[in-house]
């Protein structure tokens, strides 16, 4: 019966330190690249979406022919400006789930991705 009683017990503590490891639900740590071109009156990708998990770094590259601006509604809103050729990367992350609408608002509207953040 003791020996019953010490094999359930290591058995629990194995399970109980084992439920805490695995996806603590704060999403990937790898962070999802989205390459944005701006050229000829035209921006690419325009509208697609794209999975991202909660608390997942999220950075946007855009090359552009001329200076622009992008608009991130999400809360707060967040706009980010870009300069003509290669940019640095615009950093974003997410808190919470939903759908974030990524805009061009200049050098014309359109939009550029929609992130569904599971």
Do not use: Y
Not at 7 to 29: E, F, I
């Amino acid at each position: 019966m003791r020996r019953g009683l010490s094999a359930a017990t290591v058995l629990l503590s194995v399970l109980a330190l084992t439920a805490g490891c695995g996806d603590d639900g704060g999403g990937s740590s790898e962070t999802e690249t989205i390459q944005v071109t701006v050229k000829d009156g035209e921006v690419t990708p325009a509208g697609e979406r794209i999975d991202v998990d909660v608390n997942q770094p999220v950075d946007i590259v855009v090359t552009s022919d001329e200076a622009g601006e992008l608009h991130v509604h999400s809360s707060p809103e967040t706009t980010k400006e870009f300069a003509a050729g290669e940019n640095d990367p615009i950093e974003l992350q997410f808190d919470r789930p939903g759908l974030v609408d990524v805009e061009l608002h200049e050098p014309f509207e359109g939009p550029v991705v929609q992130l569904q953040v599971k």
